[in-house]
């Protein structure tokens, strides 16, 4: 035996045959998935950023994802991507002197928008704070677990997304899986979004939350009304936040968010900005309102104010 | 020239009087009213919350001589204490109407419907009656952008307790080190 050959022996060589088989192999796992029923795998890999898509790329995902999870879920669900309402800015304004604490707010979010449950995400975060020292975060506790409230000498200050009209989240993310839409309104696209958490990192709210797991969604608690960019089920390895139920109140006759409807006391206000005659106007035009963290210059279009 | 001055003056009078009459009327209006929208004639407002079977309160009251001497209710109504609410200084008949039981009655002896009660509670309580009409008291629900549903001050405040009862707060979140 030649030296020559003694080599092949232990060399790898890539001849024509070897090529072609690799490629068959190759071909034959990409197509292997079509067979059983998950050919959305392939789709959903390659589809664009939703801001890319035109208006049938559209209706083509989103009746794909309608199928898709209403075989998950086992009902109809609905699937929109409802764009925002010319002249419309929403804002939200909170009622300091008011809200008891009782978190209804947060599981009334996340029941309207599908949050998961186990692990639990809460897009909503009410912290105690003592009236003595006034709005100081360092102090804040968020666990608090009284037989009641409210309790003596604390006021609580519920937390969620502020929808920043300067966002910081959005300027870090490296993809640009995350954006401000005209109406104020930060989303997120879940098909895009790499999970990098860098927006977590900049969002001085804490407002954003990551899916570390699969998230455990019960089919019965299922709200099956959903949105492209707000509260259709979530993907591993994804972002979620709070998007002001756009769901619900993007619409010619918008629903209050599900957080205000909840309240028991009344300490929730929701509006469009750029309405004169509209409750969020009133409540800014009227009361004492401050804005979280107001030196960060995010601009935030969440108010909190005091209604005595 | 004194002609002319004195014409002016008048017309001064006339013209700040009517603006007056103006601003008092839509004073008059905001307090009578409810909340309107300018898009339709007004909000959905739940029937007001009485005990189950006790209205009209005529049915029973009809058949009794009304009694107008200030007193502790010993065989009926009993169950009605006035708390957290000047019970020292008032009783009954200072927001019931003595003769009309159906009726509420306001301090200018006007009657009122109970589904008109936010007029009797704006007497004293103006400040919240106003910030009610603009939407900032109290909780709206249905549409922000349409129909909405506005309730009354009796639907969230016990009008002979107003105070609100404290709650049991919902669970709190899990701390991040027990997610698995």
Redesign the interface.
């Known amino acids: 035996m030649s030296d020559m050959e003694k080599r092949d022996e232990h060399v790898f060589r890539l001849t024509r045959r070897k090529a072609l088989k690799g490629l068959a192999l190759g071909i034959g796992t990409m197509v292997l998935p079509a067979k059983d029923a998950s050919a959305s795998v392939w789709e959903s890999f390659f589809q664009k950023n939703f801001r890319e898509l035109g208006k049938s790329e559209r209706r083509v995902i989103l009746e794909r994802l309608e199928k898709e999870y209403s075989a998950r879920y086992k009902k109809p669900v609905r699937v929109k991507d409802t764009g925002p309402i010319e002249g419309v800015l929403y804002g939200y304004g909170l009622d300091l002197s008011r809200c008891i604490g009782c978190r209804r707010c947060v599981y009334g979010c996340v029941t309207e928008n599908n949050q998961s449950r186990d692990p639990q995400i809460h897009w909503i975060k009410v912290l105690r704070l003592a009236k003595e020292r006034g709005v100081d975060l360092e102090h804040s506790e968020q666990y608090y677990n009284p037989a009641t409230v409210p309790e003596e000498g604390h006021f609580y200050m519920p937390v969620q997304c502020h929808q920043c009209e300067n966002p910081p989240c959005t300027k870090v993310c490296p993809v640009q899986a995350t954006w401000k839409e005209i109406d104020g309104i930060v989303v997120v696209d879940y098909n895009w979004c790499i999970g990098c958490r860098y927006c977590m990192a900049a969002c001085p709210y804490g407002a954003r939350h990551f899916n570390w797991k699969k998230p455990g969604l019960p089919a019965g608690e299922m709200n099956p009304e959903t949105h492209y960019l707000g509260n259709r089920p979530r993907p591993v390895g994804v972002v979620e936040k709070c998007t002001f139920c756009m769901q619900r109140t993007r619409e010619p006759d918008g629903m209050y968010p599900a957080c205000l409807e909840v309240c028991p006391v009344g300490a929730r206000k929701f509006g469009n900005l750029l309405d004169p005659t509209s409750e969020i106007r009133n409540v800014i035009e009227n009361k004492r309102v401050f804005i979280l963290k107001e030196d960060l210059n995010t601009q935030p279009k969440f108010y909190y104010f005091y209604s005595v | 020239m004194i002609h002319r001055r004195l014409v002016l003056a008048c017309f001064l009078v006339f013209i700040s009087l009517s603006v007056f009459e103006l601003a008092e009327a839509a004073r008059r209006e905001f307090w009578l009213t409810p909340p309107k929208l ?1 898009s339709d004639e007004s909000y959905m407002v739940p029937p007001p919350p009485f005990t189950e079977g006790i209205f009209p309160c005529s049915e029973c009251h009809k058949e009794m001589t009304p009694n107008p001497k200030r007193r502790e209710l010993t065989e009926e109504h009993t169950n009605i204490q006035l708390k957290n609410h000047a019970e020292k200084e008032r009783w009954c008949l200072d927001c019931h109407d003595l003769k009309n039981r159906d009726k509420l009655r306001l301090v200018s002896g006007e009657q009122i419907d109970f589904t008109e009660s936010y007029r009797l509670c704006g007497q004293c309580h103006g400040d919240k009656y106003r ?1 009610w009409k ?14 909405k549903q506005y309730l009354l001050c009796a639907h ?1 405040h016990n009008p002979h307790n107003p105070r ?1 009862k ?10 991040p080190e027990n ?2």
């Not at chain 2, 603009?134 to 129909?147: A, D």
């Open positions: 300018e910030d603009t939407g900032i008291h109290g909780k709206r629900t249905g549409q922000w952008n349409g129909k969230c609100f404290k709650l049991q707060p919902k669970p709190p979140p899990m701390r997610i698995r």
